[in-house]
């Protein structure tokens, strides 16, 4: 049988036996999708193909350890990692914008909102930075759908027009997906008590 009539889980199978041919088939099955997926999050071709290199290693060495254990999910559990990808990339070139939520009109309500300090000295600043790094790593923790609306509003400030747009979803949809990531926000925060009063 050839190898474009398997499915994922024999794709992998057969990589992990050895068979390279399997993996490039893998590879050219999902590449758009989760190239696509890095795209629209960071805007830029250079950042983007950078990411999808990054993440393709991520998941060869995943696979050739022997961690990988999706029941043959393999698309989703791949863009999870070029979701986390994105994250990183974020948070080493410091874009760690303000998480807003739109339940009203305004988009003025924030997570960091007791986080704006008087620009008092390097020690509070460099604290709050700290802080801020803590919350966005926290986000990986939410589910796929609230960490994907999170995202686009943390670091592409979206609007949740355009948010429902590209997702296919409604406004209020969007907007409910964003409470429910903020409330989670909050419970994580707690359980792992960092101590920002949103």
């Known amino acids: ?26 590879m050219l099955r ?11 999050k960071v805007k830029n071709p250079a950042f983007a193909e ?4 990054e993440v393709f290693i991520k998941i060869i060495n995943t696979i050739k350890l022997g961690n990988y254990n999706e029941e043959g999910k ?4 791949a ?18 914008k303000l998480i807003s939520e739109s339940s009203s009109k305004t988009d003025d309500f924030n997570i960091f909102h007791t986080l704006k300090l008087e620009e008092a000295n390097i020690e509070e600043r460099i604290s ?21 609306i999170l995202t686009m509003r ?5 609007s949740f027009k355009d948010i429902a747009e590209q ?3 409604s406004i209020n949809t969007a907007l409910g997906r964003m409470r429910y990531a903020l409330i989670n926000m909050r419970k994580i925060l707690s359980e792992k008590q960092v101590v920002v009063d949103l």
């Open 30 to 40: 999902h590449k758009d999708r989760i190239y696509r997926s890095v795209y629209m």
């Open 154 to 158: 943390l670091f592409q400030e979206m």
């Open 50 to 53: 950078d990411i999808f290199q």
């Open 1 to 26: 049988m050839s190898l474009t009539k398997l499915d994922d889980r024999f794709l992998i199978t057969e990589y992990i036996n050895g068979n390279e041919k399997a993996f490039e088939v893998l």
């Open 167 to 169: 997702l296919d979803i």
């Open 79 to 96: 863009l999870r990692i070029a979701q986390n990808m994105v994250i990183d990339h974020f948070r080493r070139n410091k874009k760690i």
């Open 128 to 148: 709050k930075q700290e802080l801020e790094s803590q919350v966005v790593g926290m986000i990986e923790y939410l589910p796929d759908a609230q960490r994907e």
């Open 74 to 77: 393999f698309l989703p559990w």
